[in-house]
């Protein structure tokens, strides 16, 4: 099993241009979300799925629109980017509902997106 | 409020000491506790997950304290290699299965 992969692994990018993020999991997980990371911020939810077809809003969705047109993928679009998405984004991936304590998020390698 | 607030260190500790981290949570429906590891640019990997009971693995120990709503982590005996960023995270009955990180604690281990 691969886990959780992210494509790509880097990227730079000029204000206005889009891109798209790319997660993979193989684990048959419903649930999936995309994070950004920056320093002294920690991790903040940007939007999650909590199976094929569905998204919701987490905590950070401004600027950025995602998809889950396949259980094993989730898509995170920036359609104009901003120096201000300048982050390193996690895809991350769960199977159970909450209050499952055995259950846990499994992470892929991360996205380093700079936006000049 | 934060959701999850963490000491964010940075703790230098040597070899063979034992350290511990606290991370506070500001939600009583909270219900599940976890720490992570964080290598310097890796992506988080899970340490262990936390019980009401407590529990320990090896060096590692880990508390819940729902009264003061706090977790703790215990590591004896350190080594080199635990040098990391540790990151708590708790999740809420009522929001799904989102997951509210800490912003992390820096341990250092010298030799």
């Known amino acids: 099993n691969a886990g959780v992969t992210q494509t790509p692994k880097f990227r730079v990018l000029k204000t206005g241009q889009s891109m798209t993020l790319l997660c993979a999991q193989d684990?048959?997980?419903?649930?999936m979300y995309w994070y950004r990371q920056d320093p002294g911020m920690g991790l903040r939810l940007i939007h999650y799925?909590?199976?094929?077809?569905?998204?919701a809003k987490g905590e950070v969705p401004d600027g950025y629109n995602v998809s889950r047109l396949k259980k094993q993928n989730f898509l995170l679009g920036l359609e104009s980017a901003a120096p201000s998405q300048t982050s390193v984004y996690f895809c991350?991936?769960?199977?159970?509902?909450?209050?499952?304590?055995?259950?846990?998020?499994?992470f892929g390698p991360g996205t380093r997106l700079t936006v000049l | 409020r934060k959701e999850v607030e963490q000491d964010p260190g940075p703790f230098n500790v040597p070899e063979g000491a034992t350290v511990a981290f606290n991370c506070t949570y500001s939600?009583?429906?909270?219900?599940?506790f976890f720490w992570y590891r964080q290598d310097c640019r890796k992506e988080p990997k899970l340490l262990m997950s936390v019980y009401s009971s407590g529990n320990e693995d090896g060096r590692f120990t880990a508390q819940l304290n729902r009264a003061s709503q706090y977790i703790s982590l215990l590591i004896r005996d350190s080594k080199l290699s635990d040098s990391a960023t540790y990151l708590c995270?708790?999740?809420?009955?009522?929001?799904?299965?989102?997951?509210?990180f800490g912003t992390g604690t820096s341990l250092t281990v010298i030799p």
């Open positions: 799925s909590v199976g094929e077809g569905t998204t």
């Open positions: 995270a708790v999740t809420r009955s009522n929001t799904g299965n989102q997951f509210y």
């Open positions: 991350a991936s769960s199977y159970s509902l909450a209050g499952a304590s055995t259950d846990t998020q499994y």
């Open positions: 939600n009583s429906a909270s219900q599940s």
């Open positions: 684990m048959n997980h419903e649930y």
